[in-house]
């Protein structure tokens, strides 16, 4: 029965996968999904002073030390790589994460623990108070450098939610990992949970998203 089920699985994820990108690029699409609204942040109010410098890295992976820059002063950074990060969490560690005052789909990310062993994937989402909502792909990168602010374009490309404001995000380290029922198996979390949403949104079944959750290898933030 495991070894249907596990098939069954396959063959859903397959579809639901089958008009996406190369898994290298992370194109992917999202659901609705009401089962991600819980957020394990602790926000501080800090600010960063104008004179605080850092290494920002854009989407190409160049950058040089610079002032932070004015759009995301109002968050708090850390210059040293271990102290005055903003938020924390059992996934990421210390972290901060702050969205751009002057383009909403730019956003900045920081970690005090470097993740060697895979990338982080950032998937931008809408909150309506009781909902949380894709809308659009996930853009990962590899974060080595504590040091280092990471600059990540996000893209509003969900069919039908292009016009939704981005108010938090979906973050995630691309590993696998095990997921009791209905997953019964290894899972890439960003795999899982897309799946999941999918099939919430086809069949109105919860389960996946539920072991998705239990697991708790993700972190969900909002601006």
């Known amino acids: 029965m495991k070894n249907l089920i596990r098939l069954m699985f396959l063959v859903l994820l397959v579809a639901a996968m089958g008009c996406e990108g190369p898994r290298d690029a992370r194109s992917r699409r999202g659901a609705s999904s009401d089962a991600f609204t819980d957020s394990n942040d602790y926000s501080n109010t800090g600010n960063s002073g104008s004179g605080d410098t850092v290494t920002v890295v854009d989407d190409t992976g160049s950058g040089t030390e610079s002032n932070i820059p004015a759009e995301i002063r109002n968050c708090q950074w850390s210059t040293d790589g271990n102290t005055g990060f903003q938020s924390s969490s059992s ?35 809408f909150n309506n108070g009781a909902t949380s909502i894709y809308i659009g792909e996930p853009r990962c990168l590899t974060a ?23 108010t938090g995000a979906m973050v995630m380290k691309d590993k696998a ?42 972190q969900y933030h909002q601006f």
């Open 91 to 125: 996934h990421l560690g210390s972290y901060t994460l702050c969205q751009s005052s002057t383009t909403e789909t730019d956003v900045y990310l920081q970690l005090r623990t470097p993740v060697n062993d895979s990338q982080i994937c950032v998937i931008p989402t």
């Open 177 to 218: 990992f095990f997921y009791p029922a209905p997953f019964y198996q290894y899972v890439l979390s960003p795999d899982a949970y897309i799946f999941c949403s999918n099939f919430l949104d086809q069949y109105g079944d919860g389960s996946y998203c539920q072991s998705f959750k239990t697991v708790g290898e993700y």
């Open 144 to 166: 080595v450098d504590n040091k280092k602010i990471y600059k990540i374009g996000l893209l509003k490309n969900r069919p039908g939610y292009s016009n939704f404001a981005i």
